[in-house]
């Protein structure tokens, strides 16, 4: 089937460089920003609101996730910095509508008491794709975004193993909710990252490289919560097929 | 523990495995998918050395298909999240099979060490070039003489002779003695450097090369539109198929015309594992990639390093430790069919 044997010369002549830049400050380039950017300071600041509503499920470690949230206010106003800086305003509508979904998704669960679909949703699926995102986004990101991008998964890191630790603590009794909570929502990333493809290829991010980080990051969480690769590949193929 | 990373030969073939390993969403999704899906671990084993030694391993399939190699990014994103996982999952030796070496050196991946927030430790991995060399040598030196070949008068062409286990094999060769080493491979500089370097050897094309061979090492990946003459090849001649992936045999099948699965080793017991049945090997349970065998090699001796590593690094001191190693262990090079021999007396115990 394959056309095995012609690969060799195939590679050679296609061997990447390294990440090329974009021009930051063609207009093409702060109209796709404008999005892209905007999704991000919406993304933080949901995950503000988010960690402080777990809180209300989970009191005795309000405290713990009030300290979360604050970091994510602290990460917005640096991703705003950068709108500043490179002159673009961010299109806070488009970011609004565009996380609705998700939105909806967690306030239903928050107002079912259901803590485990609101870590998973905040927690896990939007700190995982959060860390994929800047990671892809750290090498073709403008100087100025680009430092700031770096601290702030460094500190997403520390959101996503919160969420870990607490489910895979709890996994016995959560398992059931977690796999009907990803069945819900998993297709729902799938979907908003179809909906910024084209504005992020602008910004030199490729859609199959942020969907391949992003699973492998959710997996590795998942493996991390005590999933086996068996249950994780199907809980995966949620976001993969159809 | 040692781990080895591999990917399926075709598309076609991973999604039956992926069936078969209980992996039924995937078996269903189409190429974009597999193209976006992270590695996986499917399977842990142990095996135990001839000596007794117990080592436990793990089999990474880096959900790499041949029909991903045309998307460079995609390949290469495959190869380095396969290696980061096989480093998360605390792996201490992970050899790269198939086209993942061989991508890994083709792209120069040495210079992306960190993927996402792992910075990848070399020292974790190895190509397992060193232990193939040694095996195809072996090969070599075992199975001319059952042909009747005489290896200190023969002419042993050498095809990919400028690459990591071409160069190797042509020292080695140089050291045992051979009747003329016939140097080929597509790019001429690097041949002429190592034509200098060994003070021997003939330069030639493939097409003068063929007929004046007694044996061919074959370590290059064969091109598709290579068409042999098999009416003008010597006879007999042993032709080692040491390339990836392995399609030698329908090329050059003619009487008298030998071709032996090159780099491939067989272990003394069966193994348990699963993952072989797909590498088309004819005794599963016991035979694989001399590659994926150094990892095993390593964990067994407590070599916890990278040691095959970087083009054109094999040292003969190295191949002669990981051929001891190999014996000790408990492999044995894969030989031609005794019963296809001509002489047959000759056949070692």
Redesign the interface.
């Known amino acids: ?12 002549a ?3 460089s ?1 990440a090329e830049l974009p021009d930051f400050s063609s207009e093409t380039y702060k109209d796709a920003y404008s999005r892209i950017n905007a999704i991000v300071i919406e993304g933080e600041q949901e995950a503000h609101d988010n960690y402080v509503a777990i809180g209300t499920l989970l009191p005795d470690q309000a405290e713990e996730l009030a300290k979360l949230a604050r970091m994510e206010l602290k990460h917005m106003k640096g991703f705003t910095a950068c709108a500043n800086n490179l002159g673009v305003t961010a299109d806070m509508p488009f970011a609004k509508e565009f996380f609705s979904p998700l939105h909806g998704n967690f306030q239903k669960a928050l107002a079912e008491g259901k803590v485990t679909t609101c870590l998973l949703i905040q927690a896990i699926l939007i700190e995982a794709f959060a ?2 995102a800047y ?1 892809i986004y750290i090498p073709v990101a403008d100087p100025f975004a680009r430092k700031i991008t770096e601290g702030v ?1 460094k500190d997403e ?1 520390t959101h996503l193993n919160y969420g870990q630790e607490w489910l895979k603590a709890n996994l016995d009794h959560v398992r059931e909710e977690l796999e009907q909570a990803n069945r819900e929502n998993l297709p729902l990333v799938r979907k908003m990252l179809e909906q910024v493809a084209s504005d992020a290829a602008v910004l030199h991010m ?1 859609q ?2 942020l ?3 992003f ?3 959710y ?2 969480a998942l493996m991390d919560i005590g999933f086996t ?2 249950e994780i ?2 809980m ?2 949620a976001a ?2 159809g | 523990m040692f781990g080895l990373i591999g990917h399926s030969t075709s598309f076609e073939e991973a999604r039956v495995k992926a069936r078969s390993l209980g992996y039924g969403e995937f078996a269903d999704g189409d190429l974009d998918m597999w193209c976006s899906a992270p590695p996986q671990l499917v399977e842990r084993v142990q095996v135990t050395s001839r000596t007794g030694k117990v080592i436990e391993g793990a089999y990474i399939d880096s959900v790499f298909v041949p029909e991903m190699l045309r998307r460079f990014k995609t390949a290469k994103r495959k190869v380095l999240k396969a290696m980061e996982l096989a480093q998360k999952s605390g792996i201490d030796i992970t050899a790269l099979g198939g086209f993942t070496s061989i991508i890994f050196e083709d792209m120069n991946l040495l210079r992306e060490e960190r993927v996402s927030a792992v910075e990848l430790d070399w020292q974790r991995f190895t190509t397992g070039n060193t232990h193939t060399a040694w095996v195809i040598c072996q090969q070599v030196e075992t199975n001319a003489p059952r042909l009747g070949i005489d290896l200190a008068r023969a002419k042993v062409a050498v095809v990919g002779a400028s690459g990591d286990i071409g160069s190797a094999v042509c020292r080695w060769l140089q050291r045992r003695g051979v009747g003329e080493l016939l140097l080929v491979a597509r790019r001429p500089q690097p041949l002429i450097d190592l034509q200098e370097s060994l003070g021997e050897g003939r330069i030639l094309d493939l097409a003068d090369a063929l007929p004046e061979a007694d044996v061919v090492v074959w370590v290059a990946s064969l091109p598709q539109s290579l068409q042999i003459d098999t009416g003008s090849l010597r006879k007999p001649c042993l032709m080692i198929d040491g390339g990836y992936p392995k399609n030698l045999d329908s090329k050059a099948a003619a009487p008298g015309v030998h071709v032996l699965k090159g780099g491939i080793v067989e272990f003394w017991q069966d193994i348990g594992w699963q993952m072989m049945e797909v590498a088309e090997m004819a005794k599963p349970q016991r035979q694989m990639f001399a590659c994926f065998a150094e990892a095993m090699l390593l964990d067994f001796e407590g070599i916890h390093t990278n040691f095959s590593w970087g083009r054109n690094n094999i040292t003969l001191d190295a191949m002669d430790l990981i051929g001891a190693a190999s014996l000790r262990h408990g492999f044995r090079s894969l030989e031609l069919d005794p019963a296809l021999a001509p002489s047959p007396s000759l056949a070692p115990a």
């Open positions: 089937m394959a056309t095995l044997t012609s690969t060799p010369e195939a590679l050679e296609g061997t990447p390294g860390i994929s990671h998964v890191y490729d199959e490289d969907m391949a980080d699973l492998s990051s997996q590795e690769g068996r590949a199907r995966a193929a993969l097929v």
